[in-house]
């Protein structure tokens, strides 16, 4: 085994562990929760080394990325997880199959076509807006994305309807300088709203490496952990 991938494999136990220590505290069985590899900015290396260590879920956050490393493993389940723009949409149909960044109807628009072009289908996540929940300071900073909370139905509506797309539950990401367990929690709320008018909408898909433990506190079905497995991320230039 090389040297990355004997840090891989001691990173991925570190994150089992604190997975599985949380699905205790939260009273969950730890099957309840998939582990999403974030492996943005990382080589397809990496992505092939987690694989042998049995990782089966990955995300990208650029569908430049996603293009590139998703054909050397196309056994894997690739998720895509960033802002999309929608002329990128046929080519994350073509490599992803679940978008967690479903974020306005003319997405869905095109995704839908996209999928039916690919011929697949495309499992949607909404990506909810938790800046509610954030400190007047940090609504300042950089919006971290998604649709208001009271906008979710009528997006779940437009994908329920959509040939190619599922609708398949929610995804945020906690607002800086927040308490990640509030923003969790309400994002759980959300999430139960839409299940009761879509039952197979029952994906939450929340937490990273740094707030995992309070995602599975509320709820999380998906944790999209990318530090916490690879290390420190260079920004791609
Ligand atoms: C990068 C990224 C992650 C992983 O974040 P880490 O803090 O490195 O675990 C999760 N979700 C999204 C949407 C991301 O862009």
Redesign the pocket.
């Known amino acids: 085994m090389t040297d990355r991938a004997e840090e891989l494999r001691g990173n991925l136990e570190q994150v089992q562990e604190r997975i599985e220590k949380a699905c205790q505290a939260a009273g969950r069985a730890r099957d309840e929760v998939t582990l999403?590899a974030?492996t943005?900015t990382f080589p397809v290396s990496d992505v092939r080394a987690l694989a042998d260590l049995g990782i089966t879920d990955v995300?990208e956050?650029r569908e430049q990325e996603l293009k590139v490393k998703a054909p050397d493993c196309p056994d894997l389940t690739w998720h895509f997880?960033?802002q999309l723009q929608s002329k990128k949409s046929r080519s994350v149909a073509k490599y992803a199959s679940v978008v967690?960044?479903v974020d306005r109807p003319s997405l869905v628009d095109a995704l839908s076509k996209a999928a039916v072009a690919e011929e697949k289908s495309l499992r949607c996540l909404i990506q909810v807006s938790l800046a509610a929940y954030g400190s007047a300071d940090a609504a300042t900073g950089a919006s971290r994305g998604g649709v208001e909370p009271s906008d979710v139905l009528a997006l779940a509506a437009a994908i329920a309807g959509a040939d190619g797309l599922e609708i398949g539950g929610v995804?945020a990401?906690a607002p800086l300088g927040s308490d990640a367990g509030d923003a969790f929690a309400g994002l759980r709320e959300v999430a139960s709203r839409l299940r009761s008018e879509h039952p197979g909408a029952d994906w939450i898909?929340a937490?990273?490496?740094?707030d995992?433990e309070a995602a599975i506190q509320h709820g999380a079905t998906h944790v999209?952990?990318?530090?916490?497995?690879?290390g420190t991320?260079t920004p791609l230039g």
């Open positions: 999403v974030i943005k995300g956050n997880v960033g967690h960044s995804m990401v898909s937490g990273m490496t740094g995992l999209r952990l990318g530090r916490a497995l690879l991320r």
